[in-house]
């Protein structure tokens, strides 16, 4: 997928859980990358809740780079729900879903991956 402009687009995924737990106990990555800079916001939680999910959109996202145009997720339960599509819905933000069963095509996991050098196979 290719954004118009910079933080138009954004893709949003889990990682986790993570083993070992880190030292604060968090087993899981919250990760959202902007797909025009490839710009990487992400956090580290014990469990993935769809006020956390909400929280980290306001704050990480929306407050540090504008209202996205779109966000592109899988069908994870924990990014698709009601607090999560009311928070789209104020901010008039189009959500969509991945393909299911092709991961890639959101593209949050796969590029942090990259950018990071991990080559990790978990799943949520």
Known sequence: ?????????????VIGPINPKASNGHMFILVAIDYFTKWIEA???AS???KAVARFL???VITRY???ATIITDNAKNLN???IDELYAQFK????????YRPQ?????PNLQKRSGQNSDTSN
């Open 81 to 83: 729900n009601k607090v």
């Open 105 to 109: 095509m959101n593209g949050a996991r």
């Open 58 to 60: 306001r704050r990480d």
């Open 1 to 13: 997928m290719t954004a118009p402009w910079p933080f138009s687009m954004w893709g949003m995924d």
């Open 48 to 50: 993935v809740t769809a």
């Open 66 to 68: 504008g209202v996205p």
């Open 43 to 45: 956090i580290t939680l």
């Open 93 to 100: 933000i189009r959500h969509r879903n991945s393909t299911p």
